[in-house]
């Protein structure tokens, strides 16, 4: 990774014990956040199985940020290959960022490398679905993602707004 450190992080490939804390602070920071049930963590689980039956690492990651002091736990990001779309797609997923983390460039951080390995490993564009969020909106725009449309749908026990956001990375 071009540039996998930031003020004393690390950002790492996942590894073995991972993906039970990745499926469990997803669910506790939703449901203490925003109120979801346990259907979200359902979703991660389900994400997450389904990264690790089919990953190919050459063109997927889940990463896991944590400080290289002491190797606590500060966030992480998925790429996957969306099998379903015509043309070669990235799908960003999973971000998540402590909240005692978040505005210090953490999340900005993760997304801009899982872009650039999505666009070294041959993907032509990037997309990434996401609750209406704000904080969140911010960073995927400053690395160029563009809204593309919205659906309201019910999940998690709410009426929720969902954004496609995408990146095309053009002519290889």
């Known amino acids: 990774m071009a540039n996998d450190t930031l003020d004393g ?22 449901a203490d ?18 990264f690790i039956d089919t990953h190919d690492p050459r063109t997927e990651r889940l990463w896991v940020a944590e400080r290289r002091k002491d190797g606590k736990f500060v966030g992480c990001v998925m790429m996957f290959n969306e099998k379903e779309e015509v043309e070669m797609t990235a799908m960003l ?20 490398e899982a872009v650039r390995f999505a ?33 309201e749908h019910e999940a998690f026990g709410s009426m929720l707004q969902a954004e496609l956001l995408g990146l095309r990375f053009g002519e290889a």
Request: hydrophobic share 40%.
């Open 119 to 151: 666009r070294e490993s041959g993907y032509r564009r990037c997309v990434v679905w996401m609750q209406k969020n704000e904080a969140a909106r911010r960073i995927y725009e400053r690395e160029g993602f563009e809204f593309v449309t919205a659906v």
């Open 93 to 112: 997923r999973l971000l998540l960022v402590e909240p005692e983390e978040r505005g210090k460039g953490v999340g900005s951080w993760m997304v801009r």
């Open 33 to 50: 956040e925003y109120g979801w049930d346990v259907r979200m963590e359902s979703l991660v689980a389900r994400t997450c199985a389904d």
């Open 9 to 30: 992080l690390v950002l790492r490939p996942h590894r073995i014990g991972d993906i039970g804390h990745i499926i469990a602070r997803h669910g506790v920071l939703y």
